[in-house]
Each structure stands twice: as structure tokens, then as C-alpha cells.
Nanobody, 121 residues
Framework: VQLQASGGGLVQSGGSLRLSCEAS????????MAWYRQAPGKQRELVAV???????NYADAVKGRFTISGDIDKNTVYLQMTNLEPDDTAVYYC????????????????WGPGTQVTVSS
């Protein structure tokens, strides 16, 4: 499974960015897609998750500012980030919980390179 995140960049505090991610490979069906982030010196943390049936969950730190959306059936997910703050600076990763055509379940197993988001004050 390949998960390619894109859309990061440098933005001023209060600005916005939209991240995109597509999962590819021998995928049978997707249960959920999620965004994580890892700031320098910190552990990777869950930012938001989109679950089949259009259910969403967010980390408290981003509620009201970030919106996750996408098309589970097309293996795509987006993260609209508004009112960005310097503390949002991190590498953002997408990952997924899905079934492969082989019958094996992939649950956030591996991590791609991510996309860097830098928010200046």
C-alpha cells in the first residue's frame, strides 16, 4: 500500500492549507483514512480520522479549525486546515485502515514520507 500525502508548505499564522492523500495498491476496501502529524521532538499524534459512513473524529487541538473530508471508495482523503498556528508545524502523514485483495487487513502499518507544514508567527 502506498500513501502519498501532498499540499504542505510554509504559511503565516492564521493562514490555511489543504492537504491531499491517495492510497494506492491492491486495495479491496477502505475502512478509514486518517491524518497524523509529528512535530520535532514529539511523538506522532492523530489529527483527524474519516471513517466509512462519513464519521469523523478530531484531536482536541484542531477541533473547529481543521476539517477532514474525502471519498473512502476512491481511497482519497483531504485535510482542510484553517487558522493555522505555529504549534501546527509538523510533518503530516496520512494512513489508512483497509482490506487488501489478498484478504489481509492493513491497519496503519507503514508510513510514507509525509508532507511538511510550517506555520510562521
Amino acid at each position: 500500500v502506498q500513501l502519498q500525502a501532498s499540499g504542505g508548505g510554509l504559511v503565516q499564522s492564521g493562514g490555511s492549507l489543504r492537504l491531499s492523500c491517495e492510497a494506492s495498491g491492491k486495495i479491496f476496501s477502505v475502512n478509514a483514512m486518517a491524518w497524523y502529524r509529528q512535530a520535532p521532538g514529539k511523538q506522532r499524534e492523530l489529527v483527524a480520522v474519516l471513517i466509512r459512513g462519513d464519521k469523523t473524529n478530531y484531536a482536541d487541538a484542531v477541533k473547529g479549525r481543521f476539517t477532514i473530508s474525502g471519498d473512502i471508495d476512491k481511497n482519497t482523503v483531504y485535510l482542510q486546515m484553517t487558522n493555522l498556528e505555529p504549534d501546527d508545524t509538523a510533518v503530516y502523514y496520512c494512513n489508512a485502515d483497509l482490506w487488501l485483495v489478498s484478504g489481509i487487513r492493513y491497519q496503519y502499518n507503514t508510513w510514507g514520507p509525509g508532507t511538511q507544514v510550517t506555520v510562521s508567527s
